[in-house]
């Protein structure tokens, strides 16, 4: 029976090495009915599913942000696509972010849902 990191390997080229990748955090807004001039209505941390996509569109990875909105995925260097998955009715979304992971490096990104309140 092949393991997952075996299976991961066979799948995916390698498995990452762990000191590289991308990371960061999700937010949503906004998240007053109505918002006016002079009142604080920040965004929220949310909890979402991310897809992260190599060039080629073929899904890589998927992972969760934690209640707080952070996120940390090691991956091999390389061009991806994080494509945020909507909620339930399409409600929130969020647009799809370009990510290149460099040699030992962590590649930051913050991802905003709409929470279509308005």
Known sequence: MLSAAALLAACAGRVPSGDSGVEGKV??????????????????PYAAVLVIENESGREVVRTESSAEGMFRVALNPGTYRL????????????????????????????????????
């Open 83 to 118: 494509v945020p998955q909507p909620g339930e009715n399409g409600m929130p979304w969020a647009e799809p972010v370009p990510v290149v992971v460099e040699q030992e490096a962590w590649t930051r990104v913050e991802i905003h849902y709409d929470s279509g309140i308005r």
């Open 27 to 44: 937010s949503m807004g906004p998240m007053c009915p109505v918002v006016q001039a002079g009142t604080d209505c920040p965004d929220a």
